[in-house]
Structure formats: structure tokens, C-alpha cells
Nanobody, 122 residues
Framework: QVQLVESGGGLVQAGGSLRLSCAASGRTLVNYGLGWFRQAPGKEREFVGGVNWSGVAYYPNSVMGRFTISRDDAKNTVHLQMNSLKPEDTAVYYC????????????????WGQGTQVTVSS
């Protein structure tokens, strides 16, 4: 089992940037894929990007060109750089891991962090 802790959330104005981190303990992330998700009040959990064990990343159209995922396997941490933030990006952001490859589906992950709040003001 992998323990995950997200950090880096906060309040930012529209157009601003935040860098979220997902720090893992218990196991090395080297052989894991990781997904970033977000959930706004009253909405379903939404996939915002994933990275495979090899470092290949994928982003949905909603964040393409604005969000970037990077792995730091030496620190057992994955980052989500978020630029050009919009009010609709406001949500609790979660990271989750699964073996080798990310998935766009939340129910395909077993290990989740507790989430970090991101609020974007207009």
C-alpha cells in the first residue's frame, strides 16, 4: 500500500499558477502510474491528467496546455503545475496511484491522497 499526501493548494486569482505535489511513502513510485483528479462540490470526480511509470503524460482537453505533470522519482513525488488558472478549476485536487499506467477512471485506483483545496477567484 502507498500512502499519498497532496500539498500546494491555496487561493489564487484567475490567470495565476499553483504547483501541487503528491508525496508518496510506503513504496517507491518507480513502478506506478499516477492520476490527478479534482472534485468540485456537487460534481463527480474528474480526471485532469495522468503519468505512466515511464514518464509519459496525458491531459484531457479541459486542461491541455495549462497543466503539466512531472515525476521526481528520486524524491518519490509527482507534481502538477497549473498555469492560467480559471475559476472553473476550483475544486479539491487528489492524486492516486496504480500499477504502471494511469487510468482516467477513479474506480481503477486503490490508493488516494486526502486532497488539497484549490480556489481560483475571478
Amino acid at each position: 500500500q502507498v500512502q499519498l499526501v497532496e500539498s500546494g493548494g491555496g487561493l489564487v486569482q484567475a490567470g495565476g499558477s499553483l504547483r501541487l505535489s503528491c508525496a508518496a511513502s510506503g513504496r517507491t513510485l518507480v513502478n506506478y502510474g499516477l492520476g490527478w483528479f479534482r472534485q468540485a462540490p456537487g460534481k463527480e470526480r474528474e480526471f485532469v491528467g495522468g503519468v505512466n511509470w515511464s514518464g509519459v503524460a496525458y491531459y484531457p482537453n479541459s486542461v491541455m496546455g495549462r497543466f503539466t505533470i512531472s515525476r521526481d522519482d528520486a524524491k518519490n513525488t509527482v507534481h502538477l503545475q497549473m498555469n492560467s488558472l480559471k475559476p472553473e478549476d476550483t475544486a479539491v485536487y487528489y492524486c492516486a496511484v496504480r500499477s504502471l499506467y494511469y487510468s482516467k477512471l477513479p474506480n481503477e485506483y486503490n490508493d488516494w491522497g486526502q486532497g488539497t483545496q484549490v480556489t481560483v477567484s475571478s
